[in-house]
């Protein structure tokens, strides 16, 4: 899903599991039942609406290159590191001005 997403392609998917918390129905993609009906009546709708689909296709790509591009990864996965040693740090700065008052 996410590779549809980042080359920009209009994405119909299931409202299950995760997917829901990666993308905003009618912003990014279209969020649907896992029902035949409903999902035949969002490809013709996309299908008949140019328009939405090149808003959906624009705003994917766009937040895959936000969200979960290397370099995003890759600061996440600093930040996963980085933050328990800073908050550690400032802990223990903190104990010593208040041992030293």
Do not use: W
């Not at 996309?46 to 808003?55: E, G, M």
């Not at 995003?72 to 001005?97: F, G, L, M």
Request: charged share 20%.
């Amino acid at each position: 899903m996410l590779e549809a997403l980042a080359c920009g392609k209009p994405v119909i998917t299931t409202n299950l599991g995760e997917i829901p918390n990666i993308i905003k129905n009618g912003e990014h993609a279209i969020l649907v039942n896992p029902n035949e009906n409903e999902i035949a009546q969002n490809i013709l709708e996309l299908l008949a609406n140019p328009d939405l689909t090149k808003f959906l296709g624009r705003n994917a790509a766009l937040l895959v290159q936000q969200k979960y591009s290397i370099e995003s990864i890759v600061d996440q996965t600093v930040n996963v590191y980085t933050e328990p040693v800073y908050r550690k740090a400032h802990y223990i700065a903190a104990v010593r001005v208040k041992n030293e008052l």
